[in-house]
Nanobody, 126 residues
Framework: QVQLVESGGGLVQAGGSLRLSCAASGRPFSTYAMGWFRQAPGKERESVAAISASGSTAKLADSVKGRFTISRDNAKNTVYLQMNSLKPEDTAVYYC???????????????????WGQGTQVTVSS
C-alpha cells in the first residue's frame, strides 16, 4: 500500500516562500516519477510540477516557472516543492502524486499518477 503524506503548507503573505514535503512509503520510491498538483476552490485540479525517478529531469507548469522548484531525496523517500514569490492565485490545496509506471517520464498529466496524498493547504494573502 503506497502512502503519501504532505506537509509544509500554511498561510504566507504574497511574495513569501514555503517548502512543501511529501514523504512516500509502500514501494521503491526511487523508481517512480513524482508530481505536485493543486486545486483551488471552485476550480479544477491543475498540474504544478513533476520530477523523474532519478531527479535528473523536472517539468514545471508555465504558471509557476521561475518561482517554484521541484526536487527529491531518494535516500529519504521524499519529494519537495520549493515555492518562492508566492501570489494570492497560488492559494490552493496542494497534492503530491506518485507515478503509475516504474521509470516513467515526469508528467504533468494527472492520469499518469496512481497514488495521491491527502493534500496540504497553502494560503497566500495579499
Amino acid at each position: 500500500q503506497v502512502q503519501l503524506v504532505e506537509s509544509g503548507g500554511g498561510l504566507v503573505q504574497a511574495g513569501g516562500s514555503l517548502r512543501l514535503s511529501c514523504a512516500a512509503s509502500g514501494r521503491p520510491f526511487s523508481t517512480y516519477a513524482m508530481g505536485w498538483f493543486r486545486q483551488a476552490p471552485g476550480k479544477e485540479r491543475e498540474s504544478v510540477a513533476a520530477i523523474s525517478a532519478s531527479g535528473s529531469t523536472a517539468k514545471l507548469a508555465d504558471s509557476v516557472k521561475g518561482r517554484f522548484t521541484i526536487s527529491r531525496d531518494n535516500a529519504k523517500n521524499t519529494v519537495y516543492l520549493q515555492m518562492n514569490s508566492l501570489k494570492p492565485e497560488d492559494t490552493a490545496v496542494y497534492y503530491c502524486a506518485a507515478g503509475r509506471t516504474a521509470w516513467g517520464p515526469p508528467s504533468l498529466v494527472s492520469y499518469d499518477y496512481a497514488y495521491w496524498g491527502q493534500g496540504t493547504q497553502v494560503t497566500v494573502s495579499s
